[in-house]
């Protein structure tokens, strides 16, 4: 198994060279921080509006997780229930709309610009894999319109995909699945001009009608920022109590185009498991499979805990957790693992808003779900940086904390491992224990979800 930092995305998409650093006191209309999807589509819709922008970014665009994701490319139908609860449901399916409206505008996107993301409406799949996950899919088809989120009988999922695991599940049509890297790249040729790499922002002030932002070659002095560094939020004070930082692995197969034929998984689905720390799985293009898991640890405090990208024993789990789900791929190689930081909002949702007394706007807390969602957020963090407001309901809303440190890691950890014992009893078909059961359910109390 190889393991790189970057992943076989980025390798995939080929080489680039890095863009010049930041050199002395440059002024212009918007500084953006952060050069992943959520920095990259603000500031080529701030573009699009005529206003001048510098994207700086500590390492190069799109080599973050941004590059080397899974490639889900998503809608937010599948979080209705979460979005009623919190915002009723109007303003609830408001956000979901916006949400498809993203993904089409992402399809859209690539096609006018000549970009080869490989992005694929081919729809997502969720599926259950144990009795007691049968719930997740219900509440969803509950609540979720026909025609964007439909049931699948056990023989119809497997009929797509013929994991000996699946029970029954849902599909959301309006779900895609792209090349994430190309898409990154692509974003980043686009706005390359404006682009500023090896350019870590160390200091951000403002003072009224203006904000600095200081790398270590020079200055930029705007009208407004926007703060797009995904899990180094943790590491921002007015926000670092509002995410948790966790990690995700991802295990990419040789080749097995013989294996996707004997699971008929021809249409190029996207699919996950219906549990907590999920397992998520596509195909690629030359016919492998990559096979991911949100199961990681969560970083200490402040910090991402050393290099999440390369963690053997997560990745050895991972992989073990894919023979599980596909037993014809034993003996099979692994020719890449990898992994990234993941930035944990505890409603499971993304957090847009402004820093109160500051011409300073954020985005982050994606949750794992950020390649469709990191459109509309940067659709939004453009308006917002133009004086533009919105009353979509995610955008500032109330928000939920989570616990100070050291209790926010050590609880943590504690539920992590409780997740782990509870799903592993669900699929072995036996009973949990009531000391798991409160462990797991702790969170709920607390207003936190550890699932969508
Ligand atoms: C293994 C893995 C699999 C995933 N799979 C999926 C998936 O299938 N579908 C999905 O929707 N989502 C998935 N995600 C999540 C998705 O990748 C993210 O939600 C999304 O990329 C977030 O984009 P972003 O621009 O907010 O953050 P990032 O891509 O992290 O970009 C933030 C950038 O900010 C830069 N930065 C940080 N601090 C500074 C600073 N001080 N100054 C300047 N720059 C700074 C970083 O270097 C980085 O490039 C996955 C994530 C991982 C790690």
Redesign the pocket.
């Known amino acids: 198994m190889r393991h790189t930092a970057h992943g076989y995305w980025l390798e995939e998409a080929g080489g680039i060279t890095p863009a010049s650093a930041l050199s002395g006191d440059v002024t212009a209309d918007v500084v953006v ?7 990259l589509w603000t500031a080529w819709h701030l573009r699009a509006r005529g206003a001048s922008v510098v994207v ?4 190069v ?1 799109g ?4 590059g ?7 809608t937010l139908w599948t979080h209705l229930p979460s979005l009623i609860e919190r915002f009723g449901r109007e303003r609830a399916l408001e956000v979901c709309r916006a949400s498809a409206d993203s993904v089409t505008a992402i399809g859209a996107w690539c096609e006018e610009q000549g970009v080869d993301a490989w992005f694929t409406r081919s729809g997502y799949m969720m599926a259950s894999t144990a009795p007691a996950h049968d719930a997740v899919i219900d509440e969803i088809l509950a609540v979720a319109p026909p025609e964007r989120v439909r049931r699948l009988s056990g023989a119809e999922l497997r009929g797509r995909c013929d994991s000996p695991r699946f029970r029954r599940g849902l599909l959301a049509p309006d779900d895609a699945t792209v090349q ?1 890297a190309r898409l990154a790249l692509g974003l980043r040729a686009g706005v390359l001009d404006s682009v500023r790499e090896h ?4 200091a951000l002030r403002h003072s009224p009608g203006e904000v600095v932002a200081e790398t270590a070659g020079g200055r930029v002095r705007a009208g407004a920022a926007v703060l ?5 939020t943790r590491g921002v004070p007015p926000l670092r109590n509002r995410l948790s930082v966790t ?4 295990v990419l197969t040789e080749p097995v185009p013989d294996v996707l034929d004997a699971l008929g998984w021809s249409g190029g689905e996207c699919v996950t498991d219906a549990r907590t720390f999920v397992h ?1 799985f596509r195909t690629t293009r030359d016919g492998r499979i990559a096979f ?1 898991w949100g199961g990681g640890r969560l970083a200490p405090g402040a910090r991402l805990g050393g290099r999440v990208e390369i963690d053997a024993e997560v990745a050895g789990e991972t992989h073990r957790h894919l023979v599980q789900m596909f037993p014809a791929l034993a003996g099979r190689a692994i020719t890449h693992a ?6 944990v909002s505890p409603s499971h949702l993304p957090q847009i808003g402004t820093l109160e007394g500051a011409p300073v706007h954020y ?2 807390g ?1 949750t ?5 969602p ?1 459109h509309l957020a940067g659709r939004v963090l453009a308006a917002l940086a133009s004086g533009e407001t919105t009353d979509l309901a995610v955008v500032d809303p109330q928000p939920v904390r989570v616990p100070p440190e050291p209790f926010a890691w050590v609880g943590g950890m504690l539920v992590r491992r409780a997740f782990l014992r509870k799903e592993r009893l669900e699929e072995a078909g036996q009973a949990v224990d009531p000391l798991t059961r409160a462990v797991t359910a702790a969170p709920r109390a607390l207003g936190i979800h550890v699932a969508r």
Do not use: Q
């Not at 080397?68 to 490319?73: P, S, Y």
């Not at 990690?247 to 991802?250: A, F, P, Y």
């Not at 990898?338 to 930035?343: N, S």
């Open positions: 921080i952060g050069g992943g999807y959520t920095g700086l970014e500590a390492e665009c080599h973050g997780p941004s080397r994701n899974g490639g889900f490319c998503e994430p350019s870590r922002v160390v797009a560094v995904n899990a180094a990690s995700s692995h991802i998520y991911g990898w992994g990234g930081p993941i930035d985005a982050f994606f794992g779900n950020g390649v469709g990191s």
